[in-house]
């Protein structure tokens, strides 16, 4: 009897700790710290380094955006922005959304520097090199321009080419940035069509000439026509399909509002600065890269002695393009730019003319505004 009790007690305790040993786990009590789930994660990681994940769009504030996030909702193309951080990671071709097909239409405009008043006559083999002048002594086929007219079909963007600047009464050909442009997105881009539009007028200021319609006094002719040509060159580029994006909108202007007599407009250069292109941006908003905010390329003006007052613009460009993420500003007055040793893009130099870029000059400010482009772009 002695024996059957403890053989029994022993098998009573024995069931009572295989009980014991797979009691359930109230949910939640206890996690793995593998599987913690952080506020923003949106997933469970448990990896310290966040440059091992891929991020998601309720990271740290302080990092850069998910381009994947912004590729998704908003289609738009981010420059590099397209890899996945996580490099080990396999790719997943059923996540991936095709890159939106558009063309790249840039908006020129401004007064006598943007309009073209350098001669051509003057660029050589002996100043830009054999090879150079050969290719813009030429038409850029890929890069087309509507000159100052308003387009009734695709035919009136022609290729780019010298003599697309000012018409002098000598009938010398004149060019503008147009055709430093053309050389470098016709290199960068092979394989696309880029459209310019220009529209640009000499002597004219930003206080009278370029009034938009919120400026007390309404549109004044220069910007009527600056919104109807590009308008028209926009939707013609619609009409075929084309899906025109405004990549840019350059602007090279402002002498005119610094001259010896214009000590006050120079001064109110900012506030109508920020007007017109406020202005510019309600018109072609609709046809920004980003959906969102159009593109602006500003210059500095040169400091030649004409333009009395040319610290007055060139401060409130700076202060400007300091405003927006979208406000790109050139400094044609940095060293070495058209010619090693000398500051600035140069002037004076041909024609005995202290108003306009030389030749080489030119030519070294329109690859400027490519350069931004293309930075825009990617």
């Known amino acids: 009897m002695k024996k059957f009790v403890t ?3 022993t098998v009573i305790m024995c069931l009572a700790l295989f009980a014991c040993g797979n009691a359930d786990i109230p949910s939640g009590d206890v996690v793995p710290d593998g599987e913690i789930e952080r506020p923003g994660d949106g997933g ?11 991020p998601d769009g309720d990271n740290d504030p302080d990092d850069n955006k998910d381009p994947e996030e912004d590729k998704e909702q908003d289609g738009d193309k981010d420059s590099d922005g397209d890899k996945d951080p996580g490099g080990d990671k396999e790719p997943d071709d059923g996540d991936d959304t095709p890159e939106e097909k558009y063309a790249k239409v840039v908006i020129m405009s401004g007064q006598s520097n943007m309009l073209g008043c350098t001669y051509f006559q003057h660029l050589s083999a002996q100043n830009v090199g054999a090879e150079r002048y050969g ?21 009136d963007f022609v290729p780019v080419k010298a003599g697309q600047g000012n018409v002098p009464r000598d009938k010398r050909l004149c060019f503008g940035p147009e055709l430093g442009m053309a050389e470098i997105l016709s290199q960068k881009y092979p394989d696309e069509t880029v459209y310019l539009i220009k529209v640009a007028y000499g002597g004219t200021s930003l ?16 910007s009527f026509l600056l919104r109807t040509y590009a308008q028209s060159g926009i939707k013609v580029l619609s009409d075929v ?10 602007w090279m202007q402002g002498e005119a509002d610094c001259e010896w007599s214009r000590e006050a407009e120079s001064k109110a250069y900012l506030s109508n600065l920020t007007t ?36 007055n613009v060139n401060n409130a460009k700076r202060e400007f393009s300091n405003k927006d993420t979208h406000n790109y ?24 003319d202290p108003l306009h870029y030389d030749s080489v000059s030119m030519l070294k400010l329109g690859n400027m505004f490519a350069d931004a482009i293309t930075y825009i772009c990617g």
Not at 136 to 153: H, Q, R, Y
Not at 207 to 222: F, Q
Not at 329 to 352: F, M, N, W
């Open 207 to 222: 206080y009278e000439s370029w009034r938009t319609k919120s400026r007390p006094g309404g549109e004044a002719y220069c």
């Open 241 to 250: 399909g084309l899906n025109p994006k405004v990549v840019g909108f350059c």
């Open 7 to 9: 053989v029994l007690l």
């Open 276 to 311: 017109f292109v406020t202005d510019m941006r309600s018109e072609f908003n609709g046809y920004a890269l980003d959906g969102k905010t159009m593109n602006f390329i500003d210059a500095y003006i040169s400091d030649s002695p004409s333009w009395t007052f040319y610290k």
């Open 44 to 54: 469970t990681s448990g990896e310290d380094n966040d440059a091992d994940k891929e």
């Open 135 to 155: 290719r813009v002594s030429g038409e850029f086929g890929s890069v087309k321009i509507l000159n100052d007219k308003e387009a009734k079909s695709i035919d």
């Open 329 to 352: 500003l050139l400094d044609t007055l940095a060293p070495d730019l058209a010619e090693k040793g000398v500051a600035g893009l140069i002037y004076s130099r041909e024609e005995g």
